[in-house]
């Protein structure tokens, strides 16, 4: 697509993958961002629930998602990690309180 030029004006670019079935391309894709928008901030978005699809994310695709994400930022591949959380944080998914736990440990991490 053609989106460079607004990719241009932004500071910050987060990186989101919209389908479950999509993450094992994510690493690529995510690569593929960098590399088109030097000097640029790059964030991943990580979801809880697969809204590609209309469906709960299984917590294997959660698993490899949050590895592939942490992976990324303690390397400083990433500046961050944004969790969609807002409409799907209480409604009962098990990829919920795993993410809670996975950021605890996370956050025992120093990123530099």
């Not at 790059?42 to 809880?48: A, P, Q, S, V």
Request: hydrophobic share 35%; with cysteine; glycine share 8%.
């Amino acid at each position: 697509m053609p989106i460079r030029e607004y990719l241009d004006l932004c500071d910050v670019i987060t990186f989101w993958t919209w389908k479950s079935e999509e993450l094992p391309k994510a690493r690529e894709n995510f690569e593929r961002l960098i590399a088109m928008t030097p000097g640029k901030r790059h964030l991943n978005g990580c979801y809880m629930y697969d809204y590609g699809n209309n469906r709960p994310m299984g917590l294997s695709d959660m698993k490899k998602q949050a590895a592939l994400y942490e992976e990324l930022l303690l390397s400083g591949r990433s500046d961050g990690l944004v969790l969609c959380s807002n409409c799907c944080a209480d409604v009962g998914l098990e990829t919920v309180p795993w993410t809670r736990d996975w950021l605890r440990e996370l956050g025992r991490n120093e990123v530099n």
